[in-house]
């Protein structure tokens, strides 16, 4: 869960709640808003607020598929801040998402 309180009573992470939200979708196309909320620690609504943004941005694409949505990852988009925008979204998601690790989430074998 994001914003735990650190050692210094600091709550800060090193990735956006955008990153969060994105991360989660990533990973699961098909994971519903509520579950993305609880995972990232915010509202649904600030999730459904932060999925717009991605929309809007070229981040994201939503489809409906029976009574559920479906969300694309455009992977080439640039990360948005001068700093990484040499990078794109794709990029960051490998790293985070990395297959060749084990997912610490997953359930043992």
């Excluded at 991360?23 to 459904?48: D, N, S, W, Y």
């Excluded at 029976?66 to 990029?91: F, I, T, W």
Aim: aromatic share 4%; with cysteine.
């Amino acid at each position: 869960m994001v914003g735990r309180t650190m050692g210094s009573g600091l709550e800060w992470t090193f990735l956006s709640n955008h990153a969060h939200v994105l991360l989660c979708i990533a990973k699961e196309p098909e994971v519903r808003l509520r579950e993305v909320a609880h995972r990232v620690g915010i509202t649904e609504r600030a999730v459904q607020r932060i999925v717009a943004d991605l929309e809007e941005g070229g981040y994201l694409s939503r489809s409906r598929e029976g009574r559920r949505n479906r969300y694309a990852v455009h992977l080439d988009r640039p990360l948005r801040h001068s700093v990484e925008s040499h990078r794109e979204v794709g990029v960051l998601l490998s790293l985070i998402l990395r297959p060749d690790q084990p997912d610490p989430e997953a359930p043992e074998r």
